[in-house]
């Protein structure tokens, strides 16, 4: 983890993310105190539609209005 001052990361933003992309954090401080965290975005797999198919099952009344109970009113 690397922490660096906010003007200094202005004057050095393609090298700091280069290294955010090999796999180091970087704290962004201003006069000294952390203010943001720099990460690497994870990439996530493609999702698929229809991968869920036959999997989930909904209620009959799923869009039924509310009972005052559940709601918490008396």
């Known amino acids: 983890m690397k922490i660096v001052n906010l003007h200094e990361a202005n004057a050095t933003l393609p090298l700091l993310v280069e290294q955010v992309e090999s796999g180091e954090e970087v704290i962004l401080a201003r006069a ?7 990460v690497a975005i994870r990439a996530t797999g493609r999702r698929m ?10 209620s009959d009344d799923f869009d039924a ?9 008396p």
């Open 32 to 38: 000294g105190k952390p203010v943001a965290r720099v």
């Open 49 to 58: 539609l229809g991968q869920w198919r036959g999997q989930v099952q909904m």
């Open 65 to 73: 209005p509310l009972s005052a109970a559940w709601l918490g009113e």
